[in-house]
């Protein structure tokens, strides 16, 4: 399937939005993620996947990630307005569980991007967010801020922990979510963060079933 780049734009420090029109009767579930594919690039190095940051109600395909240097990095900084890419392998299931359980999303960096789809996919449809989202990593990696903030002042279901370049532990978890074991626990990051949280929550008896995951391969752990 094709798509259009439209624009791009800076968000915070090193992190910025590229911005693709939805071909029409394109359909997806907040918090799922697309394949790229950017001509000009050799085959290893041409595509990549990336969670889909914007909400559907957006009408529009956003990704946003940390700028790079890999080839399809510099290529997507490039891209001219009109440019034609094309997207594939829509999936996973990171996505809003309708299991009865109030929902701990623990957010590492760039790894905050299906939570905002989700948050403001369930805002906009006026249903309660019912979550809290912990929200650790470098300032210049955190982007959305104020996105949470406005679903924040209006959804008293909605509860936003920032953690700037402070390490989410079991414990923290513990103190400031103290029914997290009662929660269905989304954990997103890079992968070292989305592993050393997923191994430390099962071994404190959290089954396998009640923890999503969505690890974010090529960048470091800075948490």
């Known amino acids: 399937m094709k ?23 394109f359909v997806w579930e907040a918090g799922q ?6 001509s ?7 595509e990549r996947l990336f969670t889909i940051a914007s909400a559907p109600h957006e009408k529009i395909l956003r990704v946003t990630t940390i ?39 623990l957010a590492g960096g760039i790894g905050v991007t299906p939570f905002r789809s989700i948050v403001l996919d369930r805002y906009h449809k006026k249903l309660k967010n019912e979550s809290i989202l912990m929200y650790a990593g470098r300032p210049d990696h955190r982007p959305f ?14 509860i936003k922990l920032d953690y700037p370049e402070i390490r989410i532990t079991l414990e923290e978890i513990s103190i400031v979510v103290p029914d997290y074991k009662d929660r269905t626990i989304y954990i997103a990051g890079p992968q070292p963060f989305v592993e050393g949280l997923g191994d430390a929550l ?12 969505d690890w974010f391969d090529g960048y470091h752990h800075d948490l």
Not at 202 to 213: G, L, T, W
């Open 202 to 213: 099962f071994e404190d008896d959290i089954p396998r079933a009640q923890i999503k995951y």
């Open 67 to 105: 700028a790079g240097s890999s080839d399809f990095k510099k290529k997507l900084r490039e891209l001219k307005s009109g440019d034609k890419v094309e997207i594939d392998q829509l999936g996973g299931d990171f996505v809003w569980q309708d299991d009865g359980r109030q929902k701990l999303y």
């Open 3 to 25: 798509t259009r780049f439209l624009k791009s734009e800076h968000e915070v420090g090193e992190v910025y939005s590229y911005y693709f029109q939805m071909p029409d009767g």
């Open 33 to 38: 993620y697309l394949n790229y594919t950017l």
């Open 40 to 46: 000009g690039l050799s085959p290893s190095s041409s």
């Open 145 to 158: 801020l104020a996105d949470f903030e406005d679903v924040e002042a209006s959804d008293d279901t909605f």
